[in-house]
């Protein structure tokens, strides 16, 4: 007999949902938008160098969007654009001095916070939820691309 998901998948979604708005809340306790927020986020928090597209593609934000946010962290100093050698017009983010600065009081409280979260849970307990929750993504969207490719039925 297949178990019934509709209850796990309601509530993973519920929680997914709560998580997003968590993190809107706290973009809009700095004033920021979300945007802004996950373009911060990845600049300070996130190992590496990231190009617009990166951003775009890591937290399923609108090229535009983020476009516009770099253009105004540009304009204020905070950030610049380095060209990716080999490449015909790719460009990596960075943060100016002044930028990294600000970032840092933006963003910093926020990866204390999910550090500290995380004292409150085993690290086995870590190791798993992320695991499945991988693992689960990757599943969905196999299957919700399947979807999409499959031809819609028409009435005739």
């Not at 253009?71 to 990596?92: C, D, E, I, S």
């Not at 002044?98 to 870590?126: K, M, N």
Request: hydrophobic share 35%; net charge positive; aromatic share 8%.
């Amino acid at each position: 007999m297949k178990p019934n998901y509709k209850e796990h998948i309601r509530d993973m979604n519920k929680q997914t949902k709560e998580l997003i708005g968590l993190y809107r809340e706290a973009g809009r306790h700095l004033d920021i938008s979300e945007s802004e927020f996950w373009v911060w986020y990845t600049l300070v928090s996130m190992e590496g160098n990231y190009t617009q597209q990166d951003i775009c593609t890591l937290w399923s934000l609108p090229k535009q969007t983020v476009n516009t946010v770099i253009a105004h962290m540009k304009r204020k100093r905070l950030a610049f654009l380095q060209a990716v050698p080999g490449t015909r017009n790719h460009k990596t983010v960075h943060l100016t001095e002044a930028g990294r600065a600000y970032g840092e009081q933006l963003i910093l409280p926020i990866t204390r916070a999910e550090e500290r979260a995380f004292d409150h849970i085993s690290a086995e307990e870590v190791a798993l939820v992320t695991s499945a929750f991988g693992r689960y993504l990757g599943a969905i969207r196999a299957e919700l691309d399947s979807i999409k490719k499959a031809k819609p039925i028409t009435e005739g």
